[in-house]
């Protein structure tokens, strides 16, 4: 490296190496990767100082736009593709299904709440997964009546679970 080399590459990590450390930090969120984005930047730099050329554009442009190839080709590349090694295995979380089966219960009184005809389709349409021409089948009701009936199954429904105290 000649001494005009090095004054190159001096004056310019005086003068950009700040702002294009923090704007590699706001597009990796990692203070050390920025590091080595901007010294290859300015390693970049130094091997193309025809880009640097002040006809060309602003110097800091084009520094920024080597930084952020610089950052898309380091995701994309197999590098950010490996498994991270972590010291502690994370804890498995154990499933409480209290809350589910309270949930459960509250449902099933809500629904006794409800008139034979209305607890039938909702029987057929939600728990069994039928279809209205299924459930109609099932029930020996016309399609639309399933309908009607499955609307006001659920709003007789809400309207139990929120008597109960239930407020979703």
Do not use: I
């Not at 502690?88 to 005809?117: F, K």
């Amino acid at each position: 490296m000649t001494d005009a080399d090095e004054e190159l590459v001096r004056a310019l990590h005086d003068e950009h190496a700040g702002a294009l450390w923090s704007y590699v930090v706001s597009l990796t969120g990692d203070r050390v990767s920025a590091h080595d984005v901007v010294q290859e930047t300015l390693l970049r730099a130094w091997r193309h100082p025809e880009a640097l050329d002040p006809a060309r554009g602003s110097t800091r442009a084009w520094l920024f736009t080597v930084a952020r190839h610089l950052v898309v080709d380091e995701r994309r590349s197999a590098r950010s593709r490996r498994e991270t090694v972590a010291a502690d295995l994370p804890e498995r979380s154990v499933v409480d299904e209290s809350e589910q089966v309270l949930q459960q219960w509250v449902v099933a009184q809500a629904l006794t709440r409800l008139s034979p005809e209305h607890r039938a389709v909702l029987r057929e349409c939600y728990f069994r997964g039928r279809s209205v021409a299924e459930a109609s089948r099932a029930l020996g009701v016309p399609e639309g009546t399933v309908k009607s009936r499955t609307h006001y199954a659920l709003m007789n429904l809400r309207l139990a679970l929120q008597e109960m105290g239930v407020s979703r």
